[in-house]
Antibody, heavy 116, light 112 residues
Framework: QVQLKESGPGLVAPSQSLSITCTVSGFSLTSYGVSWVRQPPGKGLEWLGVIWGDGSTNYHSALISRLSISKDNSKSQVFLKLNSLQTDDTATYYC??????????WGQGTSVTVSS | DIVITQDELSNPVTSGESVSISCRSSKSLLYKDGKTYLNWFLQRPGQSPQLLIY???TRASGVSDRFSGSGSGTDFTLEISRVKAEDVGVYYCQQLVEYPRTFGGGTKLEIK
């Protein structure tokens, strides 16, 4: 069955970079996209970006200078990298299997705290 | 960016009753292919969001027929009939007609 699992560092210092890996199973990264969404504590959902099966990407315009999404199809892994972290980047980060009309399966999320 | 607005529910709902949750978009979500790119999610306490409805009115796999979606190009409704305790959580709508894919702020459903 379809599964996604995020793994991240938990704690990142301000101004440093965040790297999160989404490991998927049950579907091929060459056929489906993967989106990233984050949720600050007690707040709503914010879409960050998507990488499609052909490797093309779309990013949130507010983060485009700091955000990069890539993948390794052979390892079934998608990578999020966010640079120059600030305290308002503290959030739970989710990856989700994506088709053109929906984000249909989500991972459990990984919590990231930006603090010194 | 497209702004998605969701209202709060005025009161907790009694089990067995029906409830409507509204969502409004600052721009029409009707695309040139004739489909309306509005989805609904439920996030239960402590869980990841779960897709309920896609393309405004199509239930996702495994979703109860107690959930139904409807709307026009800019105004949308999620209706939940015979509300159960398991329906508690925050409901989000999301548009997919433009980047960035924006979400509404969420509507919290509580049961009396």
């Amino acid at each position: 069955q379809v599964q996604l699992k995020e793994s991240g560092p938990g704690l990142v210092a301000p101004s440093q970079s965040l790297s999160i890996t989404c490991t998927v199973s049950g579907f091929s990264l060459t056929s489906y996209g993967v989106s990233w969404v984050r949720q600050p504590p007690g707040k709503g959902l914010e879409w960050l970006g998507v990488i499609w099966g052909d490797g093309s990407t779309n990013y949130h315009s507010a983060l485009i200078s700091r955000l990069s999404i890539s993948k390794d199809n052979s390892k079934s892994q998608v990578f999020l990298k966010l640079n120059s972290l600030q305290t308002d980047d503290t959030a739970t980060y989710y990856c989700a299997k994506t088709v053109y009309y929906a984000m249909d399966y989500w991972g459990q999320g990984t919590s990231v705290t930006v603090s010194s | 960016d497209i702004v998605i607005t969701q209202d709060e529910l005025s009161n907790p709902v009694t089990s067995g009753e029906s409830v409507s949750i509204s969502c409004r978009s600052s721009k029409s979500l009707l695309y040139k292919d004739g489909k309306t790119y509005l989805n609904w999610f439920l996030q239960r306490p402590g869980q990841s969001p779960q897709l309920l409805i896609y393309l405004m009115s199509t239930r996702a796999s495994g979703v109860s027929d107690r959930f139904s979606g409807s709307g026009s190009g800019t105004d949308f409704t999620l209706e939940i009939s015979r509300v159960k305790a398991e329906d508690v959580g925050v409901y989000y709508c999301q548009q997919l007609v433009e980047y960035p894919r924006t979400f509404g702020g969420g509507t919290k459903l509580e049961i009396k």
